[in-house]
């Protein structure tokens, strides 16, 4: 049976029942004040229970019918009264089972249940919407990105084989340089399908130990930048997976120092903890950037002429450290420097250990 059928019989069941109910309350009540014999007299005439009850029982018997017709015609109107928003909810959900995620229920009316129903499906639409137009704009950045270093390589090959004179080490170098481009791009793609699934174990970790691992392993590409790296702080403990924390924070500090100032710039990495959760902090000098511009960093394959610096990498950075924040329920926020530069913070929520 349907839910509307149920709740029809519900509604003419329970009234059948009160008006059953209510009529042997009155016949119970009448019984107590009619003898069992008819008295006749120079008084008003006083009816027998037989009497009684000849009256009384056919007359109950229309009034349950009426009872039944009523609860079954009522219920059914009833019902269909309170169950037309859920019919709304299931198209919407046939709709979005069809592929259109655009489509939202927006009921009107008191805040109810089904209303609550609809606000939250009407949510979930709009972030199902919103990653899966992520997801294809992804998918179609990784195809051009990927494409780009076999094309490459195919255009080298090509040229070497019509001139078989060509220097091969030049073409063995150069087939090097794409193969390695693509390998880290390939990396990158796994490192950040593996954060959007979140699969991995949560451990504790300390951020500090981090951000001096990632200074010292950057050292080099800093000193050959003239870029100074400064790390402070007290430490950060919370919980994750030590090698995405370490991933996000030698992505940061490897942005900091690549878009910087040519000679004499600085990165301070700072860390601190509090009740509330834990921070990084990776603060870089650099050229001024546009609020505009700043806003859509964390997007994925963001680089060339959008950013400045000339080891761009494969564009995902920022973008995979998005991800791994996001993955440890935490927050990266980007700000620009006024004096030029980028502030990139990293909240996380606090770990007890150790404490």
Known sequence: MSVRL???LSYAGFLLAAGGLLLATVWVFLLRYVPDQSVAGPGPFQPSR???QNAFVPRAGQAMVFLLVVGLVGGWFLAGRMLSPLARITDATRTAAAGSLSHRIR???RDDEFRELADAFDGMLGRLDAHVAEQQRFAANASHELRTPLAITQTLLDVARRNPAHDHDELLERLLHVNTRAVALTEALLLLSRADRRSFTHEPVDLSLFAED???????LAEGRGVAIEVSGDAAPTTGSPALLQQLTTNLVHNAVVHNLPDGGTVWVTTRAGDEGVELSVVNTGEALGTSLVAILKEPFLRGSARTGGDQGVGLGLAIAESITRAHDGALLLARRAEGGLSAT??????RWGR
């Not at 990293?346 to 770990?351: I, Y």
């Open 6 to 8: 149920k709740l029809t």
């Open 50 to 52: 037989t009497d009684l």
């Open 107 to 109: 009921m009107e009316g």
């Open 214 to 220: 990632a200074a010292e392993t950057l050292l080099p």
């Open 346 to 351: 990293v909240r996380l929520p606090a770990g």
